[in-house]
Protein backbone atom coordinates (compact mmCIF):
# COMPACT_ATOMS: atom_id res chain seq x y z
CA UNK A 1 0.00 0.00 0.00
CA UNK A 2 2.87 2.18 -0.62
CA UNK A 3 2.74 5.00 -2.71
CA UNK A 4 4.77 4.86 -6.13
CA UNK A 5 7.97 7.04 -5.65
CA UNK A 6 8.54 5.58 -2.38
CA UNK A 7 8.94 2.38 -3.85
CA UNK A 8 10.39 3.12 -6.65
CA UNK A 9 13.46 4.83 -4.21
CA UNK A 10 13.60 1.43 -2.54
CA UNK A 11 13.41 -0.94 -5.27
CA UNK A 12 16.99 1.14 -6.62
CA UNK A 13 18.09 1.76 -3.44
CA UNK A 14 22.14 1.09 -3.13
CA UNK A 15 24.29 1.86 0.41
CA UNK A 16 26.80 3.61 -3.04
CA UNK A 17 24.60 6.39 -3.14
CA UNK A 18 25.31 7.34 0.03
CA UNK A 19 29.19 9.62 0.29
CA UNK A 20 31.30 9.08 3.09
CA UNK A 21 32.42 12.28 4.73
CA UNK A 22 36.25 13.96 3.81
CA UNK A 23 36.88 14.09 7.67
CA UNK A 24 36.22 10.53 7.97
CA UNK A 25 38.55 9.55 4.95
CA UNK A 26 41.22 11.58 6.15
CA UNK A 27 41.15 10.25 9.43
CA UNK A 28 40.92 6.50 8.81
CA UNK A 29 43.76 7.07 6.31
CA UNK A 30 45.71 8.42 9.60
CA UNK A 31 44.91 5.64 11.68
CA UNK A 32 45.23 2.63 8.93
CA UNK A 33 48.69 3.83 8.55
CA UNK A 34 49.74 3.61 11.66
CA UNK A 35 50.62 -0.36 12.91
CA UNK A 36 49.89 0.82 16.30
CA UNK A 37 46.37 1.83 16.53
CA UNK A 38 43.96 -0.01 18.43
CA UNK A 39 41.55 -1.96 17.11
CA UNK A 40 38.95 0.01 19.36
CA UNK A 41 39.93 3.54 17.28
CA UNK A 42 39.87 2.14 13.83
CA UNK A 43 36.14 1.54 15.29
CA UNK A 44 35.25 4.47 16.33
CA UNK A 45 36.61 6.16 13.20
CA UNK A 46 34.29 3.74 10.96
CA UNK A 47 31.22 4.94 13.69
CA UNK A 48 31.66 8.85 12.86
CA UNK A 49 30.14 8.65 9.36
CA UNK A 50 27.19 6.35 9.14
CA UNK A 51 27.53 5.94 5.73
CA UNK A 52 31.21 4.22 6.06
CA UNK A 53 29.75 2.28 9.16
CA UNK A 54 26.74 0.95 6.70
CA UNK A 55 29.14 0.33 3.94
CA UNK A 56 32.11 -1.59 6.21
CA UNK A 57 28.82 -3.88 7.58
CA UNK A 58 27.53 -4.72 4.82
CA UNK A 59 30.59 -5.96 3.08
CA UNK A 60 31.49 -8.08 6.36
CA UNK A 61 28.78 -9.80 6.23
CA UNK A 62 28.47 -10.51 2.75
CA UNK A 63 31.83 -12.66 3.39
CA UNK A 64 32.22 -16.13 4.85
CA UNK A 65 34.91 -16.78 7.19
CA UNK A 66 35.68 -19.69 9.66
CA UNK A 67 35.93 -17.67 12.35
CA UNK A 68 32.58 -16.03 12.03
CA UNK A 69 29.56 -17.99 12.66
CA UNK A 70 27.21 -15.43 13.17
CA UNK A 71 26.18 -11.79 11.47
CA UNK A 72 29.06 -9.28 12.78
CA UNK A 73 27.26 -5.96 14.64
CA UNK A 74 30.71 -4.24 16.12
CA UNK A 75 32.15 -1.89 13.54
CA UNK A 76 35.57 -3.45 15.40
CA UNK A 77 35.02 -6.73 14.28
CA UNK A 78 33.81 -5.74 11.20
CA UNK A 79 36.59 -3.73 10.74
CA UNK A 80 39.18 -6.78 11.62
CA UNK A 81 37.24 -8.76 9.45
CA UNK A 82 37.96 -7.00 6.33
CA UNK A 83 41.52 -5.77 7.22
CA UNK A 84 43.40 -2.63 6.89
CA UNK A 85 43.81 -2.60 3.10
CA UNK A 86 40.37 -3.07 2.11
CA UNK A 87 38.91 -0.64 4.44
CA UNK A 88 41.72 1.83 3.10
CA UNK A 89 40.64 0.75 -0.36
CA UNK A 90 36.47 0.95 0.75
CA UNK A 91 37.34 4.66 2.01
CA UNK A 92 39.70 5.52 -1.01
CA UNK A 93 36.69 4.45 -3.47
CA UNK A 94 33.94 6.02 -1.88
CA UNK A 95 31.94 9.07 -2.95
CA UNK A 96 32.63 12.23 -1.28
CA UNK A 97 29.56 13.90 -0.01
CA UNK A 98 31.69 17.70 -0.19
CA UNK A 99 32.30 16.40 -3.94
CA UNK A 100 28.72 14.76 -5.20
CA UNK A 101 26.05 16.36 -2.99
CA UNK A 102 25.29 20.12 -3.54
CA UNK A 103 25.76 22.73 -1.10
CA UNK A 104 22.07 23.19 0.84
CA UNK A 105 21.76 18.93 0.65
CA UNK A 106 25.53 18.30 1.58
CA UNK A 107 24.47 20.98 4.82
CA UNK A 108 21.85 18.66 6.05
CA UNK A 109 23.37 15.30 5.31
CA UNK A 110 25.98 16.17 7.55
CA UNK A 111 23.96 17.06 10.49
CA UNK A 112 22.29 14.13 10.45
CA UNK A 113 25.26 12.50 10.14
CA UNK A 114 26.24 14.24 13.29
CA UNK A 115 23.25 13.72 15.09
CA UNK A 116 23.44 9.78 14.14
CA UNK A 117 26.66 9.93 16.22
CA UNK A 118 26.15 11.48 19.15
CA UNK A 119 22.98 9.04 19.08
CA UNK A 120 25.56 6.10 19.13
CA UNK A 121 27.87 7.82 21.68
CA UNK A 122 25.07 8.19 24.21
CA UNK A 123 23.32 4.61 23.16
CA UNK A 124 27.11 3.21 24.05
CA UNK A 125 27.24 5.33 27.25
CA UNK A 126 23.96 4.18 28.74
CA UNK A 127 24.60 0.71 27.15
CA UNK A 128 27.79 0.49 29.24
CA UNK A 129 26.14 2.12 32.29
CA UNK A 130 23.42 -0.58 32.01
CA UNK A 131 25.97 -3.71 31.97
CA UNK A 132 24.97 -4.79 28.45
CA UNK A 133 26.77 -7.80 27.27
CA UNK A 134 27.44 -5.96 23.79
CA UNK A 135 27.35 -2.14 24.17
CA UNK A 136 28.52 -1.69 20.58
CA UNK A 137 25.71 -3.59 19.18
CA UNK A 138 23.22 -0.72 20.76
CA UNK A 139 25.47 1.55 19.79
CA UNK A 140 25.61 0.72 16.38
CA UNK A 141 21.99 0.45 15.90
CA UNK A 142 21.73 4.06 17.59
CA UNK A 143 24.47 5.30 14.65
CA UNK A 144 21.68 3.68 11.76
CA UNK A 145 18.31 4.53 13.47
CA UNK A 146 17.69 7.25 10.64
CA UNK A 147 19.01 5.66 7.79
CA UNK A 148 15.87 6.86 6.08
CA UNK A 149 16.21 10.27 6.43
CA UNK A 150 20.18 10.51 5.30
CA UNK A 151 18.99 7.69 2.79
CA UNK A 152 16.81 10.38 0.84
CA UNK A 153 19.49 13.26 1.47
CA UNK A 154 22.00 11.67 -0.18
CA UNK A 155 18.93 10.41 -2.95
CA UNK A 156 18.53 14.01 -3.80
CA UNK A 157 14.95 13.64 -3.21
CA UNK A 158 13.13 17.17 -2.25
CA UNK A 159 10.39 16.14 0.22
CA UNK A 160 13.12 15.39 2.66
CA UNK A 161 13.77 18.60 2.47
CA UNK A 162 10.29 20.14 3.44
CA UNK A 163 10.16 17.45 5.85
CA UNK A 164 13.84 19.13 8.17
CA UNK A 165 12.04 22.64 7.03
CA UNK A 166 8.85 21.48 9.08
CA UNK A 167 10.73 19.45 12.13
CA UNK A 168 13.51 22.00 12.59
CA UNK A 169 11.18 25.58 12.44
CA UNK A 170 7.68 24.60 13.19
CA UNK A 171 9.03 22.20 15.81
CA UNK A 172 5.83 19.70 14.77
CA UNK A 173 6.11 16.26 15.86
CA UNK A 174 8.22 14.14 13.25
CA UNK A 175 5.10 11.59 12.41
CA UNK A 176 3.21 14.57 11.58
CA UNK A 177 6.22 16.22 9.23
CA UNK A 178 6.06 13.04 7.21
CA UNK A 179 2.74 12.92 6.88
CA UNK A 180 2.72 16.38 5.04
CA UNK A 181 5.78 16.21 3.66
CA UNK A 182 6.19 12.91 2.83
CA UNK A 183 3.43 10.88 2.95
CA UNK A 184 4.90 7.45 4.48
CA UNK A 185 7.10 7.09 7.48
CA UNK A 186 11.06 7.57 7.93
CA UNK A 187 11.08 4.22 9.80
CA UNK A 188 9.80 1.96 7.62
CA UNK A 189 12.14 3.31 4.38
CA UNK A 190 15.15 2.99 6.95
CA UNK A 191 13.58 -0.52 7.69
CA UNK A 192 13.10 -1.95 4.17
CA UNK A 193 16.35 -0.98 3.87
CA UNK A 194 17.97 -2.64 6.71
CA UNK A 195 16.28 -5.57 5.54
CA UNK A 196 17.54 -5.26 1.55
CA UNK A 197 21.12 -4.17 2.49
CA UNK A 198 21.36 -7.45 5.29
CA UNK A 199 22.22 -5.30 8.14
CA UNK A 200 22.35 -6.94 11.52
CA UNK A 201 19.12 -7.78 13.56
CA UNK A 202 19.56 -5.15 16.26
CA UNK A 203 19.65 -2.63 13.52
CA UNK A 204 16.73 -3.62 12.10
CA UNK A 205 14.86 -4.23 14.88
CA UNK A 206 15.83 -1.05 16.39
CA UNK A 207 13.37 0.75 13.43
CA UNK A 208 10.24 -0.86 14.68
CA UNK A 209 8.24 1.32 17.11
CA UNK A 210 6.44 -1.75 18.55
CA UNK A 211 9.63 -3.09 20.31
CA UNK A 212 9.78 0.01 22.48
CA UNK A 213 8.93 -2.56 25.15
CA UNK A 214 12.39 -4.30 25.19
CA UNK A 215 15.05 -2.45 26.95
CA UNK A 216 17.68 -2.99 24.17
CA UNK A 217 15.75 -1.71 21.68
CA UNK A 218 14.14 1.62 23.95
CA UNK A 219 17.98 2.59 24.99
CA UNK A 220 18.30 2.72 21.03
CA UNK A 221 15.20 5.08 20.30
CA UNK A 222 15.88 7.00 23.57
CA UNK A 223 19.33 7.78 22.95
CA UNK A 224 18.48 9.15 18.95
CA UNK A 225 15.57 11.33 20.40
CA UNK A 226 17.88 12.65 23.11
CA UNK A 227 20.42 13.20 20.39
CA UNK A 228 17.45 15.23 18.17
CA UNK A 229 16.68 17.15 21.28
CA UNK A 230 20.05 18.38 21.83
CA UNK A 231 20.66 19.39 17.89
CA UNK A 232 17.14 21.34 18.30
CA UNK A 233 18.48 23.67 21.31
CA UNK A 234 16.76 21.42 23.69
CA UNK A 235 12.96 22.58 23.20
CA UNK A 236 10.90 19.81 21.89
CA UNK A 237 8.08 18.89 24.04
CA UNK A 238 8.45 15.16 23.55
CA UNK A 239 11.76 15.99 25.96
CA UNK A 240 10.45 16.01 29.28
CA UNK A 241 8.86 12.86 28.40
CA UNK A 242 11.21 11.52 26.46
CA UNK A 243 13.91 12.30 29.76
CA UNK A 244 11.47 10.78 32.24
CA UNK A 245 11.56 6.88 30.16
CA UNK A 246 15.29 7.75 29.69
CA UNK A 247 15.78 7.75 33.59
CA UNK A 248 13.66 5.02 34.53
CA UNK A 249 15.29 2.67 32.07
CA UNK A 250 18.59 3.68 33.54
CA UNK A 251 17.74 3.84 37.18
CA UNK A 252 18.74 6.94 37.52
CA UNK A 253 17.37 10.51 38.89
CA UNK A 254 16.98 13.21 36.15
CA UNK A 255 20.04 14.98 37.44
CA UNK A 256 22.40 12.23 37.52
CA UNK A 257 21.44 11.51 33.78
CA UNK A 258 21.48 14.98 32.78
CA UNK A 259 25.09 15.17 33.75
CA UNK A 260 25.69 12.19 31.88
CA UNK A 261 23.85 13.26 28.92
CA UNK A 262 26.29 16.38 29.27
CA UNK A 263 29.05 14.36 29.67
CA UNK A 264 28.70 12.70 26.40
CA UNK A 265 28.24 15.86 24.64
CA UNK A 266 31.50 17.46 25.66
CA UNK A 267 32.91 14.49 24.16
CA UNK A 268 30.96 15.20 20.61
CA UNK A 269 31.35 18.91 21.12
CA UNK A 270 35.16 18.11 19.99
CA UNK A 271 33.72 16.77 16.63
CA UNK A 272 31.03 18.97 16.27
CA UNK A 273 32.44 21.24 13.60
CA UNK A 274 33.53 17.98 11.34
CA UNK A 275 29.62 18.19 10.92
CA UNK A 276 29.14 21.84 10.17
CA UNK A 277 27.77 22.00 13.87
CA UNK A 278 28.20 24.78 16.52
CA UNK A 279 29.00 22.65 19.73
CA UNK A 280 25.95 21.92 21.14
CA UNK A 281 24.82 23.62 24.70
CA UNK A 282 24.48 21.13 27.37
CA UNK A 283 21.02 20.10 28.99
CA UNK A 284 19.36 22.37 32.01
CA UNK A 285 19.39 20.70 35.09
CA UNK A 286 15.71 22.42 35.48
CA UNK A 287 14.59 21.44 31.75
CA UNK A 288 12.16 18.68 33.69
CA UNK A 289 10.22 21.54 35.26
CA UNK A 290 9.79 23.82 31.78
CA UNK A 291 6.66 23.80 30.23
CA UNK A 292 7.36 22.03 26.92
CA UNK A 293 4.37 20.62 26.39
CA UNK A 294 3.83 22.16 23.30
CA UNK A 295 0.10 23.68 24.16
CA UNK A 296 1.35 26.58 22.66
CA UNK A 297 3.13 25.15 19.63
CA UNK A 298 2.13 24.91 16.21
CA UNK A 299 0.44 21.36 15.11
CA UNK A 300 -0.65 20.16 12.28
CA UNK A 301 -4.27 18.93 11.87
CA UNK A 302 -3.79 15.99 8.90
CA UNK A 303 -5.99 15.94 6.49
CA UNK A 304 -8.25 13.06 5.71
CA UNK A 305 -7.16 11.44 2.79
CA UNK A 306 -10.13 9.44 0.91
CA UNK A 307 -8.42 7.74 -1.45
CA UNK A 308 -6.01 6.10 1.07
CA UNK A 309 -9.28 5.09 3.55
CA UNK A 310 -10.95 3.53 0.31
CA UNK A 311 -7.47 1.75 -0.39
CA UNK A 312 -7.84 0.40 2.95
CA UNK A 313 -11.24 -0.61 3.09
CA UNK A 314 -10.96 -2.52 -0.88
CA UNK A 315 -7.90 -3.88 0.80
CA UNK A 316 -10.32 -5.46 3.65
CA UNK A 317 -12.97 -6.64 1.85
CA UNK A 318 -10.89 -8.21 -1.10
CA UNK A 319 -11.30 -11.69 -1.12
CA UNK A 320 -7.22 -12.80 -1.35
CA UNK A 321 -5.71 -14.30 1.63
CA UNK A 322 -4.62 -11.84 4.13
CA UNK A 323 -2.78 -12.67 7.25
CA UNK A 324 -3.67 -11.19 10.90
CA UNK A 325 -0.79 -9.19 10.77
CA UNK A 326 -1.80 -7.66 7.59
CA UNK A 327 -4.96 -7.07 8.15
CA UNK A 328 -4.46 -4.98 11.42
CA UNK A 329 -1.45 -2.91 9.28
CA UNK A 330 -4.30 -1.68 6.39
CA UNK A 331 -6.45 -1.04 9.22
CA UNK A 332 -4.27 1.14 11.38
CA UNK A 333 -2.89 2.80 8.15
CA UNK A 334 -6.34 3.47 6.56
CA UNK A 335 -7.06 5.31 10.47
CA UNK A 336 -4.50 6.91 10.05
CA UNK A 337 -3.99 8.35 6.26
CA UNK A 338 -7.79 7.50 5.38
CA UNK A 339 -9.02 9.74 8.48
CA UNK A 340 -6.17 11.84 9.42
CA UNK A 341 -5.78 10.61 12.96
CA UNK A 342 -2.26 11.39 14.36
CA UNK A 343 -1.93 7.94 16.47
CA UNK A 344 -3.53 5.10 16.03
CA UNK A 345 -3.51 1.72 18.18
CA UNK A 346 -4.17 -2.11 17.98
CA UNK A 347 -3.38 -3.09 21.53
CA UNK A 348 -3.75 -6.95 21.55
CA UNK A 349 -5.72 -9.09 24.31
CA UNK A 350 -3.99 -11.83 26.84
CA UNK A 351 -6.99 -13.33 28.02
CA UNK A 352 -5.14 -15.22 30.33
CA UNK A 353 -2.93 -12.56 31.65
CA UNK A 354 -5.95 -9.94 31.33
CA UNK A 355 -3.95 -7.41 29.97
CA UNK A 356 -3.69 -5.13 26.84
CA UNK A 357 -0.45 -4.48 25.24
CA UNK A 358 0.49 -2.35 22.45
CA UNK A 359 1.52 -4.36 19.03
CA UNK A 360 0.71 -2.68 16.10
CA UNK A 361 1.32 1.26 16.16
CA UNK A 362 0.76 4.22 13.47
CA UNK A 363 2.07 7.83 14.05
CA UNK A 364 3.64 6.98 17.61
CA UNK A 365 6.96 6.31 15.68
CA UNK A 366 8.71 9.27 17.73
CA UNK A 367 7.28 8.75 21.40
CA UNK A 368 8.61 5.75 23.06
CA UNK A 369 6.53 5.92 26.01
CA UNK A 370 3.48 5.23 23.84
CA UNK A 371 4.99 2.00 22.11
CA UNK A 372 5.39 0.67 25.15
CA UNK A 373 2.08 0.48 26.37
CA UNK A 374 0.76 -2.11 28.84
CA UNK A 375 -2.81 -2.08 30.77
CA UNK A 376 -3.99 -4.58 32.93
CA UNK A 377 -7.81 -5.04 32.55
CA UNK A 378 -8.99 -4.97 36.22
CA UNK A 379 -7.81 -1.66 36.73
CA UNK A 380 -8.60 -0.29 33.47
CA UNK A 381 -11.87 1.37 34.17
CA UNK A 382 -13.66 1.92 30.84
CA UNK A 383 -11.90 -0.24 29.12
CA UNK A 384 -12.72 -3.24 31.56
CA UNK A 385 -16.05 -4.04 28.98
CA UNK A 386 -14.08 -5.36 26.62
CA UNK A 387 -14.23 -8.62 27.81
CA UNK A 388 -17.79 -8.52 28.38
CA UNK A 389 -18.78 -7.86 24.98
CA UNK A 390 -18.26 -5.34 21.86
CA UNK A 391 -18.09 -1.71 23.26
CA UNK A 392 -17.14 1.28 21.52
CA UNK A 393 -17.06 5.11 22.60
CA UNK A 394 -16.00 8.24 21.45
CA UNK A 395 -14.62 10.47 24.32
CA UNK A 396 -16.27 14.24 23.52
CA UNK A 397 -17.81 17.50 24.87
CA UNK A 398 -20.95 15.91 25.33
CA UNK A 399 -19.81 13.09 27.30
CA UNK A 400 -16.85 13.88 28.80
CA UNK A 401 -17.61 15.01 32.31
CA UNK A 402 -19.61 11.52 32.93
CA UNK A 403 -16.63 9.28 31.61
CA UNK A 404 -13.18 11.00 31.78
CA UNK A 405 -13.16 9.83 35.13
CA UNK A 406 -13.27 6.47 33.49
CA UNK A 407 -10.38 6.24 31.85
CA UNK A 408 -7.52 4.67 33.43
CA UNK A 409 -5.32 7.14 34.76
CA UNK A 410 -1.99 5.24 32.53
CA UNK A 411 -4.38 6.29 29.25
CA UNK A 412 -4.40 9.93 30.61
CA UNK A 413 -1.25 10.16 31.49
CA UNK A 414 0.59 8.71 28.44
CA UNK A 415 -2.16 10.34 25.77
CA UNK A 416 -2.65 13.74 27.12
CA UNK A 417 -5.57 14.20 25.15
CA UNK A 418 -9.90 14.35 26.49
CA UNK A 419 -11.19 12.89 23.95
CA UNK A 420 -10.62 9.81 21.68
CA UNK A 421 -12.24 6.92 19.38
CA UNK A 422 -11.85 3.26 20.99
CA UNK A 423 -13.49 0.13 19.78
CA UNK A 424 -12.94 -3.09 20.91
CA UNK A 425 -12.01 -5.78 18.48
CA UNK A 426 -13.86 -9.18 18.60
CA UNK A 427 -13.56 -12.45 16.50
CA UNK A 428 -15.28 -15.71 17.02
CA UNK A 429 -17.07 -14.18 19.54
CA UNK A 430 -14.23 -13.61 21.87
CA UNK A 431 -12.02 -10.15 22.22
CA UNK A 432 -9.03 -10.18 20.75
CA UNK A 433 -7.85 -6.58 21.38
CA UNK A 434 -8.67 -2.54 21.63
CA UNK A 435 -8.21 -0.08 18.59
CA UNK A 436 -7.30 3.46 19.95
CA UNK A 437 -7.16 6.12 18.05
CA UNK A 438 -6.83 10.35 18.14
CA UNK A 439 -5.33 13.67 17.20
CA UNK A 440 -3.32 14.29 19.94
CA UNK A 441 -3.87 18.29 19.58
CA UNK A 442 -6.79 19.55 21.57
CA UNK A 443 -7.56 22.02 18.35
CA UNK A 444 -7.56 19.12 15.68
CA UNK A 445 -10.54 17.75 16.64
CA UNK A 446 -12.22 15.08 16.23
CA UNK A 447 -15.81 14.82 14.54
CA UNK A 448 -19.04 12.40 13.92
CA UNK A 449 -17.76 11.71 9.94
CA UNK A 450 -14.21 10.11 11.67
CA UNK A 451 -16.19 8.46 13.96
CA UNK A 452 -18.56 6.72 11.42
CA UNK A 453 -15.32 6.27 9.13
CA UNK A 454 -13.41 4.86 12.33
CA UNK A 455 -15.97 1.83 13.46
CA UNK A 456 -17.01 0.86 9.37
CA UNK A 457 -13.22 0.14 8.95
CA UNK A 458 -12.45 -1.97 12.05
CA UNK A 459 -15.80 -3.59 11.34
CA UNK A 460 -14.57 -4.44 7.99
CA UNK A 461 -11.09 -5.60 9.95
CA UNK A 462 -13.16 -7.91 11.69
CA UNK A 463 -15.15 -9.44 9.26
CA UNK A 464 -11.71 -10.07 7.18
CA UNK A 465 -10.13 -11.93 10.52
CA UNK A 466 -13.43 -14.07 10.85
CA UNK A 467 -13.28 -14.95 6.84
CA UNK A 468 -9.25 -15.97 8.13
CA UNK A 469 -11.13 -18.88 10.54
CA UNK A 470 -12.50 -20.45 7.39
CA UNK A 471 -11.08 -24.15 6.70
CA UNK A 472 -8.00 -23.34 4.10
CA UNK A 473 -7.92 -19.35 4.21
CA UNK A 474 -4.93 -18.76 6.86
CA UNK A 475 -3.91 -19.46 10.63
CA UNK A 476 -6.95 -19.70 12.38
CA UNK A 477 -6.14 -20.86 16.44
CA UNK A 478 -6.11 -18.54 19.83
CA UNK A 479 -5.02 -15.24 17.46
CA UNK A 480 -7.02 -15.02 14.54
Same mark, same amino acid.
Given at each position: ???????????????????????? %?????????????????????????????? %????????????????????????????????????????????????? @??????????????????????????? %?????????????????????????????????? @???????????????????????????????????????? @??????????????????????????????????????????? %?????????????????????????????????????????????????????????????????????????????????????????????????????????????????????????????????????????????????????????????????????????????????????????????????????????????????????????????????????????
Amino acid at each position: MQTTWWTTAMAEARPEEMPILAHT %RQELAGLLADERAPRRWIGLAVMSDPALAL %RVLQRANAVKHRHFRVELSSLEDAAQMLGTQTLARMAGEADLAEDVLPP @ERLAAYRRGSGRALLGALLALDWAELD %RDRFPTEVSLAALLNNLGELFLLAHGDARIKRYL @ELVDSARVYPNEAEYVALGESLEDLGLGLATQWGLPEMVR @ESMRTRNARHTRTLCVMLATQVASHACSGWRHPSQPADLRLAA %RLLDLDISTLVDRINGVLGEFNRRALDYGLSPLAALSGETEGEDLDGSRLPRFCLAPRQDDYQVASLALQSERTLDREVVIKILLRGLHRGLGLNRVVFAAYDPEAGVLTAEHLVGTDFEPGFNRFRLALDQSGLFGRLREAPFELWLNDENRAELLARVPSPVKDLTGVDGFFARSLWVGGHPIGLVYADRRAANCALDARGYQGFLRLIAEAESALETLRQPGRGSTGDRP
